[in-house]
Each structure stands twice: as structure tokens, then as C-alpha cells.
């Protein structure tokens, strides 16, 4: 009886702790359901609700694109990310994702319970139990990660419960993008996108395999590994990706051991707002973009953020053509200003960079420069200085980095200087600004408005205005064939001509002289504006008037004043590239004036259209006269002052040609219209080139006037802005896919002017006795 007794007494125990293991579990379930749900109601922090999660808020660049559909570059203050599709990535960069980070991501609804029991029993020992959709949470909502093992807890509850709506929310694919979309790789990689153009210098679709596996392994940690500091553990990370996947038989082993001996082969291509393409081009944009986020509010009345919203600003810049233009610089420039810095050693001219100014004048000139500078700005303002202080500071030697060309490209050198000094160095660089545009659309293609856009940031395509020589001439030719009907094939004098004092408002008598100071006999209009010919500009100007020529280039778009005076007709006034090019497109599209264009479209992160651009056109000349004008023009490039874009003579005339003439002979055979330009003591050098669907423009010049050529051998537009010109449209004619035209300029249909001038011997000065032969009516004397 007693061991019976006994026995009911353990049986008693026993179910004693099963009772208790049962009551405990259900408590403990219940404690995670009850914590769940208070969790849901947002009792251990605030939950996005289903607005947020529809539209997560991060920070987008504003992205500028190409009228090909190329990435120019991106505003941005923190974040470069642009965010792309799951259709745009490549499909072995989402299995290395999911082979990494999540093998069950398409059998689970957010949680992986398989792997949440592990991590719990093993303690974590066994691999993280994160699901890419609790990832995805964690970046988009998780602020700060906290460092106690309490309140992470409760954070990773909440990231439970966020990953479990996002499921809900968006399709599989559409949380592989987001998170792709959403990690910062470093190094301004912000999203897979700008981690794909970094690293690889290329777009997500197009990545390898193991270039994929590579920035999947980043997802580990991607402070710890960074390709750049640390390519031995990147390497190895990237390996062990490459092993998940064929473990789970996305690759073979075979795949898996011949990628894991090759090495990273980065192409490191960063992205600021200093480097890259068409840089001068962004910093126009961008003050294009504040004046019309200023005056385009969104719906609700806010401005739009230029660097948090995403917007998408779709240009007309073409970045094949903007880069043929940005290498024709780099190849010219380097060889131009080598000969500059040969004729400016202190022996050859001990003021060097400048000319012709006493020591004097240059003391005052860098006074005034130390004043303009941005250091003097810097410290004025900003640090509050007084100004003794701050113009001391320039004579003091500093540790700093200067701009050269090296090898034929742009580079930095290391150096200690006074901040003086480097002023001075810098003003002895030759600078330059271009301009490409299609004259019937008005599309700009190419902007290079300088050098180097991180140590010369002043814009010289419109920012920057300068002196523009000869190249105004077309301008006095096209106003006199408009009033008097003349004919390239005209005859005007070529002997020494004045207009008398107080004539047009001039207090004295002006009597230009000819660059050569040679006379005699009468030229056709076609070959006195191929030989730049001043006396016959003047006649020219004295019969139609200094003002219709103003009117005439203001309707043709320039904007800058100028004044009604003679002189203008040899090119005084200051005009900037832009404005050239768009008055000089007029004469290509048969006298119709059409504004340069550079923004087509701005959407914004949702594709919604923003902005469209109208065309801004107005008619200024008929299309006979323009026609006549572009013969005018071809005639320089026949055998004028442009002839060597046709030639290989000018490598015969000089041993020491080819050295600077960069790319010569051209020997292009397609009609090109143009005009050189050369102000006076060779500061500025110009080219305008024409060709029928593309019309391009550049100036070539120092800082100062006062730093120039000694001789027009060099110092003349054919020299220092022709060539840049020629090895732009040599590379736009090599790359089929442009379609610039080699044709012939489109002719009116009834012409009543007489073009043709073969018959007069256009290339040769008319004798003396053939000066009655004027157009009737006319009198050049």
C-alpha cells in the first residue's frame, strides 16, 4: 500500500513540471503576441503607417540627362542616389543578394522563422536571421541603431512588424530594388546605381558576375569593407559571396573557382560636383534650376529641394559630342600653352605673364585681382579680417596644391607659394570657352566653358564676356547685303578710308588701318572678309550706319550693350560664346533666330512632366540674305583666314607649325562656313565654324588682356581657337551615329543674288583699274 502511495506521489510531480513547461510557453507566446501587439499599436516607438510606407522618405539627387540618355551627373548634398527598377538590375546581382543575405526571401512573409529559431537557439552562433525585408526596414526607419541590448530588442520588434507590412505593401521585386536602391555603399555610392558608375564606371544592367558579387558582399559592412581601403578584404568578402551561390546553385563550382582568383579591377570614377563631364555645363544648370524652383512651386506651395526631391532634368548637351569637345581642349591647350610659358621665361620677358604694362600698372593689376579674389572674400566676410590682415596673409608662403598640364593632361602639383604668387601663375594659363548648337533647333550639344573646372570656375561660355574681333564683321556684311542687295561677288576699294569727326556721333576722325598695313586695288566682299579686310569693313559700316548694325545683332539675340559708334565694325564690343554662337546659327537657319536651348524637360521622382521648353523664335533676316552671308563665310575657310582646315601648306610655311596647330592638316573637303578673330595685341583668338546642322563657336584667351601672344605667328584665332574647333568636328564626323552634316547649305529657292564668284578669281586682289566695275548706284570713295 505504501509504494502505491509513492508511485501516485511521482506521478503527481511529474505532471507538476508539465503543467508548468505549458503554463510558462503559453506565457511566453502570449507575452510575444502581447508584444507584438503593443508594438503594433507603436507603444515602443512610432510605426510608419501605410502613406510612409508607400512613399519612404530618403533623400534622391537630382539627376541631369544627356539628350542620348547618358547620366551627365547628379545634385546631391549628402545622398547620391538615383533610384532604379528591379527590371534594370542584372539578374546575377539579385541571386548574389539572396544567396547572401536571405535563401528563403521568396518563402517567407517577412520573417524568417526557420532562421529566427536558430539565431535563438544557437544564440546567434548559426548566421544572422535578418530577412532583406527587415534589412529593407531598418535602413528606410531604423535612425539610430542602439547600442543597449533592451532597447535593440524593442527595435527589432519593430522592424518585425515593419518588414511584415512592407511584404504586404510591395511585391518581392519591388523590396529587392528598394534595398538596392536604399544602402549606402560609400564613397558617394549611395544606391546600387551610384555604386555601379563608381566602382565600375558603368550602369547596374551591365555589370559581371563578379562585380555583382563584390558590391553584395559590401551589404555586410560597408565601412569595413571599402574597395579603396581595404581591396584584400573586399576581395575575400566578395569570394565568399561567390561561394554562397554556388552552394545554392546559381553558379558552378568551376565559375566559383575561376572568379575567386581574379582580382577586383575596380574603375574607380568618382562622382562631385568638380569632376566628371560637362562641369561647367552643371554649374550653369544649377542656377538655371533656382530661378525656376524659385518661380515653380509644387502644388502644395513648397519649393521643390535641387538636391532631395530627385528630379530628373533632361538637357539637350549630347555627351558623345560633349566629350569630343572636352578632349579637343585637352589636346590643343597642353601645346598652345607650352609655347606660352616658352615666350614668357623671365629672359624673354622679365614681366612675364604681361606685356606692354609697366611694373607699376602690374602692382595695381594684382590689387585689384587680390580684392576680386575668392580668398579675399573668404576671409573678409567669413572670418570677419580687417583688410591689412588679409592682404598680408597673400605674402606669406602656404602649403597648396596648383593646377598644370601634365603629360598632356590636366594635374595637380604639391607646392609651397605665397598665395600672391599663385594669382600670378595662375593669370599665365590660357583659358577657353566653347560652344556647340544645332542652329534650326537651338539644342546646345557641347558647353566647355574652361580649362579645368576645379581650378578656373569662371564659366567662359556665358558667365565670361570678351573683346570679339573680327568675328563681328559678318555682322556689318550682312546689314549691308540686307539694305543695299549686294553680292559676295561686289567690288570695294581696298585703299586707306576715314569717317570724318562727328560723324555717328564720333568726337574724332577714324581711320582704321588694315593688319598689314597693305593697299591697293579694289576686293570682292567675299575676299575682303576672308582676309579680315578693315578698310572695306569701314566703308561698309559708313554706308549702312553703326546703328542698324546694333539692331541687327540685338535681334539676332546679344544681349550685352553695345554702342553705336564705327568702331564696332572691326569688333570692339564684349560678347560672350554663347551669345555668338546664337546670333551666328541665325545665318544657318535661313535668318531665323532660335534661343538657345539646354533644358528639354524636368520631371519629378514619379516621372510626372514639371517643365517643357517652348521655343523662343522670331524671324531677323530674309533667306536670301542669310544664304549670301554663309557664302560669305565659306570664303574664309576657301582661302581666307580658315583655309587651313582645307590644306597641309601651313606645315611648310613654318617648321615649328605642326607643334602648336594641333591635329594639323584637317584637310576636311565638306562646305564649312567660318569666321577667325583676333583682337588687338593677340589677347583673344576666336573661331566661328558653321557647318549646316551644327554651328560651333570658341575663344581662346589669358585671364587678363595684358597677358598675350608677343606675335599674331600664334597669338591669331586661327592659331589658338581654329584647332579645337577642327579636332571637335573631325571626331563628331568620325562617329557615325551623330549625323553632322557634309553637305552643301540649303540655297533659297528663287536667289536673286549672285553667289557665285569664280569668275571674278575670288583669292586675288582686283587691279586699280578695274574700280569702276562697283555695283551702280554705289560709291565706296
Known sequence: MAKTKKGKQKAQDFSKYIRWFWILFLAGIMSIVVLFMVASWGFLGELPDHTVLENPKTNLATEIISSDGTTLGKFYFDDNRTPIGYDELPKHLVEALIATEDVRFHSHSGIDARGTLRALVMLGGGGGASTISQQLAKQLFTKQVSRSKFERAFQKVREWIIAIRLERQYTKEEIISQYFNIYDFLNNADGIRSAARIYFGKEPIDLELKESAMLVGMFKNSSLYDPRRNPVGVKNRRNVVLSQMEKYGYISEQIRDSLQKTELELNYTPESHREGIATYFREYLKSFM??????????????????????????????????????????????????????????????????????????????????????????????????????????????????????????????????????????????????????????????????????????????GKRQIGSTFKPFVYTAAIDQLHLSPCDEIPDTPFCIEKNKYGNPEEWCPKNSDDDYGGVRTLKNALANSVNTVTARLIDKVGPQPVKDLVEKLGVESNILPVPSIALGTPDLSVYEMVGAYASFANKGVYTKPVMVTQIEDKNGTILYQFKPETRDVLNEETAYVTVKLLEGVTQFGSGVRLRTKGADAYRADFREIVTGYPYEFTNPIAGKTGTTQNQSDGWFMGMVPNLVTGVWVGAEDRAAHFASITYGQGAAMALPIWALYMKSCYADDTLDISQEEFEAPLELSINVDCSEEGESLIIEDEQEDTMPEGLDFN
Not at 594669382?423 to 566647355?448: C, E, I, N, Q
Open 290 to 463: 533656382k530661378d525656376w524652383i524659385k518661380d515653380n512651386p509644387k502644388p502644395d506651395g513648397t519649393k521643390w529641394s535641387l538636391y532631395n526631391d530627385g528630379l530628373k532634368i533632361y538637357t539637350t548637351i549630347d555627351s558623345r559630342m560633349q566629350k569630343y569637345a572636352e578632349d579637343a581642349i585637352q589636346q590643343h591647350m597642353p601645346r598652345l600653352q607650352a609655347e606660352f610659358f616658352h615666350q614668357n621665361t623671365p629672359k624673354r620677358n622679365p614681366t612675364a605673364p604681361f606685356l606692354e604694362l609697366t611694373l607699376g600698372a602690374i602692382d595695381t593689376l594684382m590689387r585689384n585681382s587680390i580684392r576680386q579674389s575668392e580668398r579675399w572674400r573668404h576671409m573678409k566676410y567669413d572670418l570677419r579680417k580687417k583688410d591689412k590682415d588679409i592682404v598680408e596673409s597673400f605674402y606669406k608662403p602656404i602649403q597648396m596644391s596648383v593646377f598644370e598640364w601634365k603629360d598632356g593632361k590636366p594635374s595637380e602639383k604639391d607646392t609651397i607659394m605665397k598665395p600672391i604668387d599663385s594669382m600670378r601663375y595662375y593669370k599665365s594659363f590660357l583659358r577657353t570657352g566653347m560652344m556647340s548648337m544645332d542652329p534650326f533647333t537651338g539644342h546646345v550639344k557641347a558647353w566647355v566653358g574652361g580649362i579645368n573646372y576645379r581650378h578656373f570656375q569662371y564659366d567662359m561660355v556665358k558667365q
